[in-house]
């Protein structure tokens, strides 16, 4: 069965930087899409960012350009989201999701595994 655990996730500053993990297992992962997604309290799930995990495409919400970065490394079955110069507005339960399905990849309802998410707060 596929398993996705995300990691990284804590208390940081205004202005401070996390890198988040998200370890893939279970499955096949060459032609997946991989996807960065967060909830924030009373928020529904928003995109944050996708990769493809064979490839070198990248998509990014517009809160987020600039300020963070997904990667892979297929080698060890993980996709990351390296955050920097982290705003209040960031503090959310941040989910790791993967989908073999070719849609828009900003839409949660096209992804078919989830991880359990991680804690992101970010003090003012």
């Known amino acids: 069965q596929v398993q996705l655990v995300e990691s990284g996730g804590g208390l940081v500053q205004a202005g401070g930087s996390l890198r988040l993990s998200c370890a893939a297992s279970g499955g096949t992962f060459s032609r997946w899409i991989m996807g960065w997604f967060r909830q924030a309290p009373g928020k529904e799930r928003e995109f944050v960012a996708a990769?493809?995990?064979?490839?070198?495409?990248?998509d990014y919400a517009d809160s987020v350009k600039g300020r963070f970065t997904i990667s892979r490394d297929n080698a060890k079955n993980m996709v990351y989201l390296q955050m920097n110069s982290l705003k209040p507005e960031d503090t959310a339960l941040y989910y790791c999701a993967a989908t073999k399905v070719d849609a828009p990849v900003q839409l949660a309802s096209f992804y078919n595994y989830w991880g359990q998410g991680t804690q992101v707060t970010v003090s003012s």
């Open positions: 990769i493809t995990w064979s490839g070198s495409r990248t």
